[in-house]
């Protein structure tokens, strides 16, 4: 059986030029004409040119959800997810969640959320407190 190696997200976007900058300066992604990637894939989004503005629909928030993700991903621990919180921030990414705990049976989850130019969500979170 065939293994999938690794997966991306389709963005549509309305200034391809703009998001490419942005996924590269403010995410460290490497950059061509429609990737953007880092961490060998562990991040990945094909970027395409939106026809129109109308097109690009970022997800809705869930039920009971306050922030809305179209994209989450993951880091080892609450230190790591400081550091890349506080490095995001240098690098003038909006914050739409704050850094915040929460707790459950299993530990205590920490997480947070900056948008791109087209309000896309990119969510990242923790479960290690060490």
């Known amino acids: 059986m065939s293994r999938i190696q690794f997966s991306v997200q389709v963005r549509l976007v309305s200034d391809l030029?703009?998001?490419k900058q942005f996924y590269e300066e403010v995410l460290g992604c490497e950059?061509?004409?429609v990737w953007a990637v880092r961490d060998d894939f562990a991040l990945g989004f094909k970027l395409m040119q939106a026809?129109?503005?109308s097109?690009?629909?970022?997800?809705?928030?869930?039920k009971g959800q306050?922030?809305?993700w179209d994209t989450y991903a993951y880091v080892d621990t609450h230190q790591e997810l400081d550091e890349w919180y506080e490095e995001l921030i240098s690098r003038g990414a909006e914050v739409v969640q704050e850094p915040?705990?929460?707790e459950?049976?299993?530990g205590v989850w920490k997480d947070f959320a900056i948008k791109d130019?087209?309000?896309?969500?990119?969510?990242?979170?923790?479960?290690k407190k060490e």
């Not at 130019?117 to 479960?127: E, M, Q, R, T, W």
Request: a negative charge; charged letters at 15%.
């Open 17 to 19: 030029t703009r998001s």
């Open 100 to 102: 915040q705990l929460t």
């Open 51 to 53: 026809a129109s503005s």
């Open 117 to 127: 130019p087209d309000n896309y969500v990119i969510a990242f979170g923790s479960g």
């Open 55 to 62: 097109d690009i629909k970022p997800n809705p928030p869930g």
């Open 66 to 68: 306050v922030t809305p």
């Open 104 to 106: 459950a049976d299993w």
């Open 31 to 33: 950059v061509n004409d």
